[in-house]
């Protein structure tokens, strides 16, 4: 697994607003030059564009699936007997076979783990998944989920950046103490790290978010600011620095969404720079840790 991977949430998306010439092409593009940079974690859901982001993901890979680690998602809406169904539905839009990693995109509402993680173990003993994975789950919930499925969960895909620092607390240690991989998913605040909303908001639905307040947007500039000083130093910009700190993490990496090839360019990158122990103990400065448990 490359330390930088792609999001694809925005793929086919109407949310996102980047409209049809994007799904048409441009995430074809953005798909292809990610796997010509050597970054092979492609991560999509079922629930992204209703399927629309699978079916785009696969056009992209074809005739590359073999330089790609293929990560999808299950919406937690239906009954467990229907995991396998929904994986070779998933499957059958991305083109593909077999699904390097299958994830359950959030904890069940109605649905116990005993119900749902013994279906994804299934998977892997078909060989139509070859691991299992989990999203938005606290640290214990992880271990649950393991306990589930009696075999390793070998990710939890979890907001993660400068701006929600939550997972440093259990979620990163649980990865560490395990041998586990944790996804981080906005590792970039969804841009809020990058300074391009210090004046003004985003306009597509992002807007409506707590961090791009005009509270929040003025909340963030002293980190914004030290992630642009850093970014000077090594000649790189804020937000392949703020992508940096994350991945210089042990068991950690992050994917990115791109809206062009020039940002997929600059964010595989990131993965490059080795940011030192004065930088990281600056970053950890202007972004300390939440309190309370998680």
């Known amino acids: 697994m490359s330390s930088i991977g792609l999001g694809t949430w925005q793929f086919g998306s109407m949310e996102w607003g980047y409209g ?58 239906g009954l467990p007997n229907r995991v396998g169904a929904r994986a070779r539905a998933s499957a059958r839009r991305l083109g593909v076979d077999r699904i ?61 950046s400068l701006a929600h620092r939550d997972p440093d607390r259990h979620i990163v240690p649980y990865a560490q103490q395990h041998d586990r991989v944790v996804i981080a998913y906005s590792p970039l605040g969804q841009g809020l790290l990058s300074g391009r909303y210090a004046d003004a908001p985003p306009s597509n639905f992002r807007r409506f978010r707590a961090d791009f307040r005009a509270a929040n947007r003025a909340r963030s500039a002293p980190l914004v600011t030290v992630l642009g000083e850093i970014g000077s130093r090594h000649g790189a910009t804020a937000a392949q620095v703020a992508l940096a700190w994350l991945v210089n993490k042990p068991n950690v990496i992050a994917i990115p969404g791109a809206s062009s090839v020039k940002q997929v360019e600059e964010n595989a990158a990131a993965g490059e720079l080795v940011l030192d122990a004065d930088d990281v103990a600056r970053l950890d400065g202007a972004a300390p840790l939440p309190s309370g448990p998680r």
């Open 20 to 77: 049809k010439r994007y799904a048409d092409e441009s995430a074809i593009e953005i798909v292809q030059r990610a796997i010509e940079l050597g970054v092979n974690v492609i991560d999509t859901a079922e629930i992204y564009g209703q399927g629309r982001s699978e079916k785009i993901v696969g056009r992209a890979i074809k005739g590359l699936r073999e330089r790609v680690f293929l990560a999808t998602k299950l919406f937690p809406v």
């Open 100 to 160: 390097d990693l299958y994830q359950l995109h959030w904890p069940s509402p109605l649905f116990r783990l005993r119900y749902t993680m013994p279906r994804f173990k299934k998977l892997v003993d078909d060989g139509l998944v070859g691991h299992i994975g989990i999203s938005n789950f606290v640290a214990s919930g992880w271990a649950d989920a393991e306990l589930a499925a009696g075999m390793p969960v070998l990710t939890n895909q979890v907001q993660f």
